[in-house]
Nanobody, 115 residues
């Protein structure tokens, strides 16, 4: 059974930083593609960042230069480091992994950027 458990969201002031974590069980992250989506109220879900099994990364234009996706293979955990946060980054963030012919999702974690 594949399970993804997210943590690290919260309230932060504009310009601040947060690091989201996505701890995986039942699947080996380094062998599969994984990434992060976000969804703000009233908006479509948006792909934020992804990393392939070959460590290639892609980012949404809106977060390039501010967000970094990574993995800790020993801990089987993915991360999204978010710097220089803006109010428009406010959303629920979901991690996902593609494997065994399916896409698996975390439960989501709220990120709120506000003064």
């Amino acid at each position: 059974q594949v399970q993804l458990v997210e943590s690290g969201g919260g309230l932060v002031q504009p310009g601040g930083s947060l690091r989201l974590s996505c701890a995986a069980s039942g699947i080996i992250l380094r062998l599969n593609a994984m990434g992060w989506y976000r969804q703000a109220p009233g908006k479509q879900r948006e792909l934020v960042a992804r990393i392939t099994s070959g460590d290639s990364t892609n980012y949404a234009d809106s977060v390039k230069g501010r967000f970094t996706i990574s993995r800790d293979n020993a801990k089987n955990t993915g991360f999204l480091q978010m710097n220089s946060l803006k109010p428009e980054d406010t959303a629920v963030y979901y991690c996902y992994v593609v494997g065994y012919g399916s896409t698996y999702w975390g439960q989501g974690t709220q990120v709120t950027v506000s003064s």
